[in-house]
């Protein structure tokens, strides 16, 4: 693979138009947000009177002196460093600022914060946005508090996150900024394919070839046994692989070209060279756990887990060699070709400090934010080639140059559409995908489930 400049690549990315999503899942896969509306008549009556205008309007330009909490949502923030990092860095340069965290796990935080939310209480102050549907919803609700004023009045340069603020447009206002820039590739343990005699995955491998990968690095039996890869319980580990050529979405009138990947998905699950759904659901495994204790020896994930893994070894708690490829391409397209998500930050509506929520969320997107998330291994909404190479040179970044090869892609994309109806689309993919993996329905009848329910909710 020809190797391509990072903020070219990054651009194609950013500058995507088809979809824009919090993955990453990158890339999570969460039931759709209980939450009641927002804007009811009772919420109105406990909100403040002024308008996310007046708000901005009133605020003042810095965050104000004295001692003063600010509340931020986030989900498995032990895991991983993406927030603390921040969290902590905003508190050095204002130490009259003390953030609260309110921490949830990744398959809950969307429920747990439409909870909140629909008390109209003042905390958070702060919502780093898990996925796009979610955005959506809170905006048409009105709980999320429009921007545009702050970023009018600091005058706040959007060209450096080359297209992708404009995109998290909504109803023409800005809900948001972007925070984090994820996609796809493929983990491995370089151990057990050394172990194995097993050449490493390379940049450049079909799904075809991955899955015969698959089968020759399993191993052993019972509690001791070495799967080839996992799959975690998200639906986004199969459709993903069916949007990544860029010809289909989430959101169609067909879903027929899902089948031969959830026919491919089956048969690694069937043979014993992936956990099966149902053992992971129940016991409800994480994914960074089966690969920190290298159950598997391949596993697709975003590039979030990159961080996750280098906080893991400089904390001891693991210490063996792992590497990253490239994700596997379909047949029909050259290497290269990933799924990714944004991941914005936003503002509550009911907030009682806009302005130090502002000037929280004008840092965490920043230039200076981004270098502090460089060195974590964490990617942001703002693509530079500095990124990428303060990345590579970390303490625990993988030896070797094929390790930043895999990073670079030439296609990206969204792994779900920019669509007001996508919250309950992924409710029923998430549904269909479940019954599908349990054997609860043959393929051709969860596609046919899937087709027919998407059309009751587009009105098709």
């Not at 993406?82 to 921490?103: G, L, R, S, T």
């Not at 702050?150 to 340069?157: E, G, M, N, P, T």
């Not at 169609?252 to 053992?279: N, R, V």
Request: a negative charge; charged letters at 20%; aromatic letters at 10%.
């Amino acid at each position: 693979m020809k190797k391509r400049q990072f903020v070219a690549i990054l651009m194609v990315g950013a500058m995507a138009c088809s979809v824009l999503t919090a993955c990453g899942d990158s890339s999570s896969q969460n039931q759709d947000s209980q939450s009641t509306s927002g804007s009811s008549d009772a919420q109105k009556a406990d909100q403040p009177s002024t308008t996310g205008e007046d708000k901005a309007a009133d605020s003042g330009g810095t965050a104000q002196e004295g001692t003063q909490e600010l509340s931020v949502t986030t989900w498995d923030n032990e895991s991983s460093p993406q927030f603390q990092a921040i969290v902590d860095a905003y508190e050095e340069k204002n130490p009259n600022v003390k953030i609260k965290i309110i921490d949830t796990s990744a398959d809950e935080y969307n429920n747990s914060l439409g909870i909140s939310l629909s008390a109209a209480q003042p905390d958070p102050d702060v919502i780093w946005v898990k996925d796009m549907g979610s955005m959506l919803q809170m905006a048409d609700k009105e709980q999320l508090l429009p921007i545009d004023d702050f970023i009018a009045r600091d005058s706040l340069d959007l060209s450096i996150y080359k297209g992708a603020a404009e995109q998290l447009m909504y109803n023409d206002k800005s809900y948001a900024l972007p925070y984090r820039n994820d996609w796809y590739v493929l983990y491995y343990n370089k151990d057990l394919f050394d172990a194995a005699g097993v050449e490493y995955p390379s940049n450049d491998m079909t799904w075809a070839e991955y899955y015969e990968l698959a089968e020759k690095m399993t191993s052993g039996e019972g509690s001791s046994k070495v799967y080839g890869s996992h799959n975690h319980t998200w639906q986004a580990l199969v459709t993903n692989w069916a949007v990544q050529d860029g010809d289909h979405t989430v959101v169609e009138k067909d879903y027929s070209f899902m089948k031969p990947w959830y026919e491919e998905c089956l048969a690694l699950q069937d043979g014993g060279y992936i956990q099966d759904y149902s053992t992971l659901k129940t016991a409800n495994i994480h994914y960074s756990s089966v690969f920190k204790n290298q159950q598997c020896a391949m596993m697709p994930m975003g590039t979030w887990f990159i961080a996750t893994m280098m906080q893991s070894q400089e904390e001891g708690e693991t210490d063996f060699n792992w590497g990253i490829a490239t994700i596997p391409h379909p047949e029909n397209t050259e290497t290269g070709y990933t799924v990714g998500a944004l991941t914005p930050i936003a503002i509550s509506a009911y907030t009682d400090q806009p302005d130090l929520a502002w000037d929280f969320v004008k840092f965490a997107s920043s230039e200076e934010a981004a270098e502090i998330l460089a060195a974590q291994g964490v990617f942001t909404g703002i693509p530079s080639e500095t990124a990428l190479q303060t990345i590579a040179s970390a303490e625990r970044f993988p030896e070797g140059e094929s390790n930043v090869e895999a990073l670079n892609y030439t296609h990206y994309s969204f792994d779900r559409p920019l669509d007001p109806q996508i919250e309950e689309i992924r409710t029923v993919l998430n549904e269909v995908h479940e019954m599908i993996l349990i054997h609860a329905y043959d393929v051709d009848e969860g596609i046919a489930e899937l087709t027919e329910r998407v059309a009751e909710i587009k009105g098709w």
